[in-house]
């Protein structure tokens, strides 16, 4: 790790744990802004990593931008970071400059459509889509839509949209959007290969999301360990039980497997945005989602079950973020899909990321 | 959480060429029929004359010093070499433990004279060794050994025995575990030794232990009092358990602890790849996921220990996790593919199928039960 990188790590732990407390998490549930937390992360430059400085970036590399994640997931800062960075990661690699503004993304999925028509000075938008995360609170969209000549990807201002509240089980934004007929500036639409541009879009999203389960999963090791030492039944803390020993290592080992996994990814993101890396990761992660999740709630019993604690910040977090940008199927489809180009006994070939260069031999 | 953080290795492209000539070698072999591969080679699989071509090409004692007749090469090649033998289901059994822990408890506690007396013979892949721990009374509670040496001119008379021994029948040495001095009720880990055992020596009796398929691994070693010399051993009087305990992360952080079912699932993709059964494939992609996250986690062990890093925590979260996976490797090949498991068919898939089910027991016991590791996990994360 780069010593810029552990200056990003410190200045953000220190931004989230004053600014992404317990109370502005669940007032962003309440439907308030988490306003402070995000123009910290402005003001130390912390929204445009990973953009070259002549796009309006702050330059660093990917690894530092998903630090960050990392601990946007752990402390469940609750803001469009995400979304944001990887809108802008899409808007770079297309040589487009990119602002401090908040924006988030259309996933485009089968409840999103949008259709641009031209008009005499730009174009003119309308369709809709569900599932915007944190569309209330955004300046901007990010949206694919289909032309006459095509398919494109453009910003909306999100100030001419209709938005339709909604969230998912953590109480995060999740809003309905609509648009009909809005001004779209000619220079913000952009032609594209759509397929490269969603794979991308589905091969980030898995990433990010992974990176932020991770640091969600080492928050919920942090509370089951403090719970055990502190908590005390049958006048002994409850650590000290075997039953909820076998319960700790599963859990530290779910943890120590999603770390990895997501460090793994990060590392073979910067060579490959398109590495069964990431597809590995997701599925690991996602699968130490629901295990740390059910363990956790087990092991605080009732009172983790309740709105007072926090264990829900990252448990009910960790339910709609395992299902978000791509589940166990999805991302083994990725995998079968590479499976099947094998040849005979070649999946350790695969698993070492070594081909055989020898000739086969029959088993 | 810092007890949990593991570096991400990654390995070098000169390492693509050793890679390269063990597969080549491996190849080879399987073409002169000198192996069939199988599951859990690494316990069942015994070949004096694999171990012995695999030491003339330098691949047994590997990070040893060259007067020792090693080839001071980094645990992450020996690592490499490890993991595509076991891949393979290559025959290994023979020289395993001497290669993995007595040489280098040799390297780390022994005499000159041990040094180089056992290692060179290790690294040509002619001595095997056993390892002495578990006891009819002693199982999960190590500490409760009872097996005993008492000091005599020039050296040490030991009584006891030892259980579930692998391989005593071939091997030529244990390191045996033993009490030195009587027990003190206080501190149960003091007072023990680590003596080197020639299971050729006069009062030690061999028995065999079938496991429940009939098949030979298992062994009772009886010692009547079998002389010791002195110089036979291994460290400091009384220190034999910390000496014992310090080599753990390297028994249960390695490759063996998740790859002894890879022949099978690798046979499993053959198969359905052929077949063109997606659905199949996912459920091999789940595990290909879980492997390949245990595996990067165990090359980053590795080298922490290399670096001397205490591990014994996340190389316990290794083995747990790893074993947990080779068992569960053979509940989802017979759930995607309609086999009749069989140790006498001539399937490939049906025998591994069998060879996975019928050792699958011993996947989480040997090396410490999940119960044992999990406390040591649990406590482990704990204390910081």
């Known amino acids: 790790m780069s010593e810029i990188q552990e200056m990003i790590i410190e200045t953000t732990e220190k931004i989230m744990q004053k600014y992404s407390t317990k109370e502005v998490i669940n007032s962003a549930e309440e439907g308030q802004w988490a306003g402070n937390l995000w123009n910290q992360l402005v003001n130390n430059g912390m929204i445009t990593v990973a953009i070259p400085e002549e796009l309006g970036g702050n330059g660093g590399d990917h690894s530092d931008a998903l630090c960050i994640l990392r601990l946007a997931g752990k402390y469940a800062a609750p803001i469009p970071i995400a979304e944001t960075y990887m809108a802008n990661w899409i808007l770079s690699r297309l040589g487009i400059s990119v602002s401090e503004e908040i924006v988030t993304i259309s996933y485009p999925d089968d409840s999103q459509s949008f259709v641009l028509n031209k008009t005499d000075d730009g174009w003119s938008i309308s369709g809709r889509a569900k599932n915007v995360p944190w569309a209330r609170y955004a300046n901007k969209m990010l949206v694919f839509g289909k032309t006459t000549e095509g398919d494109v990807l453009t910003t909306v201002n999100l100030d001419y949209a209709q938005i339709k509240n909604n969230m998912n089980l953590a109480g995060e934004a999740r809003d309905e959007v609509s648009v009909d007929n809005v001004y779209v500036e000619d220079s913000t639409v952009i032609h594209i290969d759509k397929d490269e541009q969603l794979n991308y879009l589905f091969f980030a999203g898995g990433l990010t999301r992974s990176v932020m389960m991770a640091g969600a999963l080492e928050s919920i090791l942090d509370i089951v360990i403090n719970h055990t030492s502190e908590r005390a039944q049958f006048g002994k803390p409850l650590h000290r039980f075997q039953a909820i020993q076998q319960q700790l290592a599963l859990l530290t080992g779910e943890t120590a497997a999603a770390s990895m996994a997501a460090n793994c990814a990060i590392k073979s993101f910067e060579t490959n945005p398109f590495s069964k890396e990431i597809a590995l990761a997701k599925i690991r992660v996602n699968e130490a989602a629901g295990t740390s999740c059910k363990i956790a709630h087990q092991v605080l019993a009732a009172i983790g079950f309740t709105y007072e604690h926090t264990l829900h910040h990252n448990t009910r977090r960790l339910w709609s973020w395992r299902d978000e940008n791509g589940t166990e199927r999805d991302w083994q489809q990725i995998v079968t899909a590479e499976l099947m180009k094998l040849d005979k006994n070649e999946l350790w070939s695969l698993m070492t990321n070594v081909k055989n260069t020898l000739k086969k031999v029959e088993q | 959480m810092k007890a949990i953080r593991i570096p991400i290795i990654e390995l070098p492209k000169e390492s693509e060429e050793l890679r390269d000539e063990i597969r080549q070698f491996i190849s080879e072999e399987r073409e002169k029929g000198t192996f069939e591969p199988k599951c859990d080679s690494w316990l069942s699989g015994y070949s004096p004359d694999l171990s012995k071509k695999m030491g003339e090409r330098g691949w047994i004692g590997m990070t040893w010093p060259a007067k020792y007749g090693g080839q001071e090469r980094s645990s992450i090649e020996r690592y490499i070499v490890t993991e595509e033998f076991l891949a393979a289901g290559a025959p290994v059994a023979g020289h395993w433990i001497a290669d993995r822990q007595s040489g280098p408890l040799f390297l780390k506690f022994g005499t000159e004279e041990q040094k180089m007396f056992f290692l060179p013979k290790i690294a040509k892949g002619e001595c095997y060794f056993s390892i002495g721990l578990s006891e009819p009374n002693a199982g999960s509670d190590l500490a409760a050994i009872k097996s005993r040496a008492v000091k005599v001119d020039k050296g040490w008379i030991l009584n006891g025995s030892k259980i579930w021994t692998s391989g005593a029948h ?59 010399p002195d110089e036979m051993v291994v460290g400091e009087i009384g220190n034999g358990w910390n000496q014992g305990m310090a080599e753990l992360a390297y028994e249960r952080s390695g490759p063996e602890r998740f790859l002894s079912t890879f022949p099978l699932l690798n046979e499993l993709t053959n198969i359905l790849v052929e077949q063109g059964d997606k659905n199949g494939l996912n459920q091999v992609s789940t595990v290909v996921s879980r492997l390949w996250t245990l595996r990067n986690m165990s090359l980053g062990i590795a080298q922490l220990l290399e670096e001397g890093v205490p591990s014994n925590t996340i190389a316990s979260l290794v083995k747990d996790m790893g074993t947990k996976l080779e068992q569960e490797m053979a509940e989802i090949a017979r759930l995607v593919v309609n086999v009749t498991p069989s140790l006498q068919s001539d399937s490939l898939i049906e025998r591994f199928m069998a060879q996975s089910i019928l050792h699958s027991p011993g996947f989480t016991l040997r090396g410490g039960t999940t119960e044992i590791l999990r406390g040591i996990v649990a406590k482990g994360v704990i204390q910081k």
């Open chain 2, 170 to 228: 071939f091997s030529h040495y244990m390191i045996t575990l033993c009490r030195t001095s009587t027990q003190d009720p206080n501190n149960r880990h003091a007072f023990m030794s680590q003596l080197v055992v020639d299971l050729s020596s006069s009062g030690v009796t061999i028995r065999p232990i079938q496991l429940m398929t009939g098949e030979h691994h298992f062994n009772e070693v009886f010692f009547d009092d079998v002389f010791i």
